[in-house]
């Protein structure tokens, strides 16, 4: 019998089968096997999770972690932090960083920036806006696990080679991406109808703030009509098609429900909690120990309950944070400069604890809360079972958690580098209290105690 480095017993763990009592042994960095409860009576380090479910390490396929290049919002070791203590084992940072991951060299100064700063393993998709100069099979033979455009917005303010692109563009990447096998995954943006609000505010005599230009842009015919674009522009290249934010909208999950359901396109769909169930509508600025107003509204009351549903009818496969930190400073107060305060919301910290929070609430269960939030997207990218897995051989990465803690967030320790915590002084019932990285404890009971540069680039191929 394998050496018992770790043993994580007493715990509901979960299975393919469901929730079991299992002990949980580690040998290394492996889960060496599943063991009846008592089995064996201690590992080097035995973690007592009597009461508490132990889960797949959460991967977040959706964050950004701004390094290289926009270090002074957030970098791999305080990104990566803040995902430890989220209960987040692995991260996929996304390609608006500068360089931008659209070479051979570029996408291995990401990757070095976060084996020598990360607490938690990640895969950054690449950007295939080079395709002409022959990088997107290039890019797919480094590992990246997909690839991520961001359709042409004027006004973004990362409008970094990551995301300008006008159509005729994304159909000539996508064609040559579908030659790789790889998803592309692409924000749906038309950029006639987002440059149009402002005007058509002053059309209206409405004020001319913030909140207003905002409730004329992202509306549905917007980015629902962009995202029928895509469909159609992936199905004709051949290409697998990552319908990303898949949120509020019901167009959007409808045309997944029915792209799905047509069988002439492989799709995969991805909700993001920035711009669904967790937007916060102002943010409390943990320096100055004060609430300020980011000007754009709180989500209507019906947007969750259609998220959740795409959630758990299996529209939407997998989710993600889109944990977007940026500085209070560089708010712009010109309503046209929009982007600058939605694009400001930090989540990652505090994300396993919030998805608990709903399942307390009923919103969905915790065996579909560990589908979308790792074994699906695990499956889906190939890094299964190696990751989204509590199986013999897979990296120990799991996470314990306490659903019947009550407790209040608090800002006493945040993580990101930001300091901004939209969720300040909110009442939880559910925690995570121990994060583990192939075998190693990163976190344990609100403390970070992994190391950077402990964190490691999962290929695939
Ligand atoms: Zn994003």
Redesign the pocket.
């Known amino acids: 019998m394998n050496k018992v480095d770790l043993l994580v017993k007493n715990g509901k763990v979960y299975t393919e089968a469901g929730f079991r009592d299992f002990d949980v042994a580690v040998s290394g960095e492996k889960i060496a096997f599943l063991a009846m409860p008592g089995a064996i009576e201690n590992g080097e380090k035995t973690i007592d999770a009597k009461g508490k479910y132990v889960l797949p390490g959460i991967i977040d396929f959706?964050?950004?972690l701004r390094d290289p290049g926009l270090t002074h919002k957030e970098d791999f070791e305080t990104g990566s932090r803040a995902a430890a203590a989220g209960g987040v084992t692995m991260v996929c940072p996304?390609p608006?960083c500068d360089p931008v991951p659209n070479t051979v060299e570029n996408y291995r100064k990401e990757i070095e920036a976060g084996e020598s700063k990360s607490l938690v393993d990640f895969n950054p998709p690449a950007s295939p806006l080079l395709y002409e100069e022959g990088w997107v099979p290039k890019l797919a033979a480094e590992g990246a696990a997909w690839f991520k455009i961001f359709q042409r917005v004027a006004s973004y303010p990362y409008s970094t080679a990551a995301g300008t692109a006008n159509t005729a563009h994304i159909f000539e990447a996508f064609k040559e991406i579908a030659k790789t096998g790889k998803y592309c995954s692409i924000?749906p943006c038309d950029n006639y109808i987002l440059n149009y609000a402002e005007e058509k505010v002053r059309k209206l005599g409405l004020p001319f703030t913030r909140e207003n230009v905002m409730s004329f842009k992202s509306t549905e015919e917007e980015q629902v009509g962009a995202a029928y674009e895509l469909y159609f522009l992936a199905k004709q290249a051949g290409m697998k098609w990552y319908a990303?934010?898949c949120r509020h909208h019901t167009g959007q999950v409808d045309l997944v429900r029915w792209a799905k359901s047509e069988h002439k396109i492989d799709v995969i769909a991805s909700s993001?909690f920035?711009w669904g169930l967790f937007q916060p509508s102002k943010l409390y600025d943990v320096k100055r120990g004060e609430w300020f107003e980011i000007g754009s509204k709180p989500p209507p009351a019906d947007r969750s309950e259609k998220f959740w549903a795409g959630i758990n009818d299996g529209t939407i496969d997998f989710v993600?944070t889109?944990h977007?930190p940026g500085l209070r400073e560089e708010l712009d107060p010109d309503p046209t400069k929009l982007f600058a305060g939605s694009?400001m919301h930090p989540l990652l910290e505090w994300y396993g604890h919030l998805l608990l929070n709903e399942v307390n609430k009923g919103t969905t269960s915790l065996e579909r809360l560990v589908a979308i939030t790792s074994v699906n997207g695990a499956k889906i990218f190939g890094f299964y079972p190696r990751k989204g897995a509590i199986l013999p051989g897979s990296d120990a990465d799991v996470i314990i958690c306490d659903l019947e803690k009550e407790w209040t967030i608090t800002s006493d320790k945040v993580y990101t580098k930001c300091q901004i915590n939209p969720y300040h002084g909110r009442k939880m019932k559910g925690k995570v209290t121990h994060t583990i990285l192939r075998g190693e404890v990163i976190m344990e009971e609100d403390k970070v105690i992994g190391k950077p540069g402990y964190g490691k680039f999962v290929p695939v191929y």
Do not use: F, I, M, S
């Open positions: 959706h964050t950004h996304q608006n924000h990303l934010h993001e920035n993600g889109d977007a694009a």
